[in-house]
């Protein structure tokens, strides 16, 4: 999606064509109501806003949150696997009456915090060692209901490999994700440098917000390493 957007916006040829595709790829997430995926792209766009638009992306960024609000609640399907009571209102999330007991999460927060305080509390800065968290969901996957993975990778790596770890990581994300706005804001660059940049850059944003509430790395290495593929080519154009 965030690659068909930067040729629309940045290549001459196929705009019509790129903005249709760019369109379609955001439909499944909407048509299987995969709430992982809209959070995703919709932090993608809005990360694409601020690269293009830099401070003047403030609107942009407003109304792409809002166009998430109002299809929480007014697409059915959504707001059904959203929320367990399907006929709270906007204003009740508006007077603070939205907590981990009003939204679905499928029984996540009651797996993660049984995760975190069997390997995570207590070891909160090294964690319990890489694989613990697989390791204990593979051989007990009767317990989880059949799970085999905890749907959130941050919680995985808090397990693992503790706060040390989780820093580490966001910190090499970030990087990439800065550099990639650093090329892109500069100037003396071509168009493809510039695409490549903006693609990179704003895909894994959205990715990264995808690993609060699912596993990317475990199931989803692919969507985890197109945004580096981009940022490879940034270089390689570099």
């Not at 995926?37 to 407003?62: C, E, H, N, Q, T």
């Not at 998430?68 to 009740?92: A, N, Q, R, Y």
Request: one cysteine or more; proline letters at 2%.
């Amino acid at each position: 999606m965030i690659f068909s957007l930067a040729l629309f916006f940045y290549e001459e040829g196929s705009k019509k064509q790129n903005l249709l595709l760019a369109l379609f790829f955001l439909l499944p997430c909407f048509l299987w109501v995969f709430r992982t995926s809209i959070m995703g792209s919709l932090v993608a766009l809005a990360m694409f806003a601020l690269f293009s638009y830099k401070i003047w992306a403030v609107p942009f960024i407003a109304a792409i949150v809002a166009a998430g609000i109002i299809c929480v609640f007014t697409i059915p399907s959504l707001k059904e696997k959203m929320f367990f009571d399907e006929d709270i209102t906007f204003e009740e999330v508006q007077n603070g009456e939205l907590d981990d007991k009003t939204i679905n999460t499928n029984g996540r927060t009651a797996m993660w915090e049984y995760l975190e305080h069997k390997f995570y509390k207590g070891r909160e800065w090294y964690g319990s060692g890489t694989g613990s968290v697989q390791q204990e969901m593979y051989t007990n996957s009767e317990f989880y209901g059949g799970i085999k993975v905890p749907h959130s990778d941050y919680v995985q790596m808090r397990c693992d490999n503790g706060l040390i770890g989780l820093i580490l990581y966001l910190l090499a994300m970030i990087s990439v994700i800065i550099h990639c706005a650093y090329i892109f804001t500069s100037k003396g660059h071509g168009k493809y440098i510039k695409i490549c940049a903006i693609t990179a850059g704003s895909a894994l944003a959205g990715v990264l917000a995808t690993l609060y509430s699912d596993n990317t790395v475990n199931y989803s290495m692919c969507t985890l390493s197109f945004p580096m593929g981009f940022y490879g080519m940034m270089l390689g154009l570099l």
